[in-house]
């Protein structure tokens, strides 16, 4: 049974950097994509960004293009996201998701969730 499991979320003003990371336990790891949603408050959760299983291809939200970046490490079992010139929009709570079904930027291609990290980004 496969564990995600985030970390790196915090308050930082808007204009900073912030990285967060996900551990995976249990899937052989190297088969899967791995994304990242976000969920607001009073919102849906929505997509962010994808790697695919090598690692060369990646999706993101039209909106964290140019800031965001996603990696993966697939010797040591972790993808990160890294998030520059955070904006107050971008606070969410953020999940890491793996999936097979190569639907990157849906909710349902993804068969494992991480239990959330909160980001919060002040004015």
């Known amino acids: 049974q496969g564990q995600l499991v985030e970390s790196g979320g915090g308050l930082v003003q808007a204009g900073t950097s912030l990285k967060l990371s996900c551990a995976v336990y249990?899937?052989?790891?190297?088969?899967?994509?791995m994304g990242w949603f976000r969920q607001a408050p009073g919102s849906d959760r929505e997509f962010v960004a994808a790697i695919m299983w090598r690692g060369d291809t990646a999706a993101y939200l039209d909106s964290v293009k140019g800031r965001f970046t996603i990696s993966r490490n697939n010797a040591l079992h972790t993808v990160a996201l890294q998030m520059s010139s955070l904006k107050v929009e971008d606070t969410a709570v953020y999940y890491c998701a793996a999936g097979r079904s190569g639907t990157a930027r849906e909710e349902s291609g993804y068969e494992y969730w991480g239990q959330g990290v909160q980001v919060t980004v002040s004015p």
């Open positions: 249990g899937l052989t790891f190297d088969t899967y994509t």
